[in-house]
Nanobody
Framework: VQLQASGGGLVQAGGSLRLSCAAS????????IGWFRQVPGKKREGVSC????????YYEDSVRGRFTISRDNARSTAFLQMNSLKPEDTAVYYC??????????????????????WGQGTQVTVSS
C-alpha cells in the first residue's frame, strides 16, 4: 500500500487543520494507521494511531483532547483532525501503516519501526 498525507498548511495558534492520508495500490481495511510528526534535527514522533476497523484509537499525551484520528475504509482514507493548534505542533506530518497499533508506556508511546508504507509528509506550521 502507498500512503500520501495531505492537508497541511499555515494556521494561527488556536486554529484547526484536517489532515488526510490516502491509500493507493491496496486496501487499508486490514491496516492500523498511525500519524507521526518530525521537526528538523529531531526524531520522528508518533501522535496517534487507529486500529484497522476504527474501533480503537490512541494518542500521545500532548495531543490528547485536541487531535482526533478517524478513518473511512470505503474511501481508503484516514484523517487527523487537529484543533487548538499550538506553535509546538509545527512539523512535517506523516502517516504510515502497521498490522496493529502498538502503544507503549512512557513519553513516546509509538515507535516508527513498527510502521511501514511511509508516504511523503505534509507541512503543518502554526504561528504564534
Amino acid at each position: 500500500v502507498q500512503l500520501q498525507a495531505s492537508g497541511g498548511g499555515l494556521v494561527q495558534a488556536g486554529g484547526s487543520l484536517r489532515l488526510s492520508c490516502a491509500a493507493s495500490g491496496s486496501t487499508l481495511d486490514y491496516s492500523a494507521i498511525g500519524w507521526f510528526r518530525q521537526v528538523p534535527g529531531k526524531k520522528r514522533e508518533g501522535v496517534s494511531c487507529i486500529s484497522s476497523n476504527g474501533g480503537s484509537t490512541y494518542y500521545e499525551d500532548s495531543v490528547r483532547g485536541r487531535f482526533t484520528i478517524s478513518r473511512d475504509n470505503a474511501r481508503s482514507t484516514a484523517f487527523l483532525q487537529m484543533n487548538s493548534l499550538k506553535p509546538e505542533d509545527t512539523a512535517v506530518y506523516y502517516c504510515a501503516a502497521a498490522r496493529r497499533c502498538h502503544f507503549y508506556s512512557g513519553r513516546n508511546p509509538f515507535r516508527a519501526a513498527d510502521f511501514g508504507s511511509w508516504g511523503q509528509g505534509t507541512q503543518v506550521t502554526v504561528s504564534s
